[in-house]
């Protein structure tokens, strides 16, 4: 499996602290099926940049295998939607075209389909990261299909499935996830202990909600396509 969702890299931001920490999860995935990771820490306005998230990255991925593990690591970035598009672009996936993006957890933006489509013009292809726990869209779930027509593609994640982040996300998250509206599902890993860097608990029901195969694309095929540039939708290529 892949995870293309992960705060994995050490004293980065609120992922583990330390690099023993970032092992323990690297151990996890490993164990849980994981072959390939997004190292993919918050990026801000005024915050990283892509160098520091590609050194960190590389730092990682060779403590990786220094301890025997079989985990590809790729960089990548949890982009607020409040950068500006030269510093998306500056942000993608591996070599892109996608794109990391999320909105505030607390309300969605009422340009929030304006934004992505703006995005899409540029050869980007906007993966919104976990709208099932965005408040206004659990409070109207249509809220998500503006943004799915500008182009937007949707990554939920496994904990949503399971309850971990409530009642109210895990309906929402299921409700989608028959609709059809979800390319991918990954961990948003932090810890070894609290939020973990696992994939298969989610994936199990997705099995039994969609069936086998759609739940493979979301963990396997999707992402596979992610890391080899191939879209699943739109044409162009990223220009600032």
């Known amino acids: 499996m892949i995870d293309i969702h992960c705060h994995i890299l ?94 505030p957890h607390t309300y969605l933006p009422g340009d929030a389909a304006e934004q992505v489509f703006e995005l899409t013009t540029h050869g980007i292809i906007p993966v919104i990261t976990h709208p099932e726990r965005n408040a206004d869209v659990l409070r109207d779930p249509k809220r998500l299909e503006p943004i799915l027509e500008a182009g937007g593609l949707v990554q939920m994640t496994c904990q949503s499935l399971t309850g971990g982040f409530g009642a109210e996300s895990r309906a929402c998250a299921r409700h989608f996830l028959r609709q059809g509206y979800v390319h991918f599902l990954a961990s948003d890993g932090h810890s070894a202990s609290w939020r973990k860097p696992v994939l298969s608990a989610g994936y199990k029901v997705a099995t039994r909600l969609i069936g086998v195969a759609r739940a493979n694309a979301l963990v396997m095929d999707n992402p596979a396509r992610l890391i080899s540039g191939e879209r699943l939708g739109g044409d162009g290529a990223c220009s600032s």
Do not use: K, W
């Open 10 to 103: 050490p004293a980065i931001d609120d992922g583990p602290a330390t690099l023993a920490e970032a092992l323990d999860m690297a151990r996890l995935a490993v164990a849980d099926g994981v072959e390939t990771i997004f190292a993919t820490p918050h990026i801000s306005p005024q915050g990283l940049q892509r160098e520091e998230v590609l050194a960190a990255t590389t730092a990682l991925q060779e403590a990786v295998a220094a301890a025997g593990f079989d985990l590809r690591l790729l960089p990548g970035g949890d982009c607020s939607s409040h950068l500006d598009t030269d510093a998306l672009c500056a942000n993608l996936m591996h070599n892109g075209p996608y794109l990391l993006l999320e909105f």
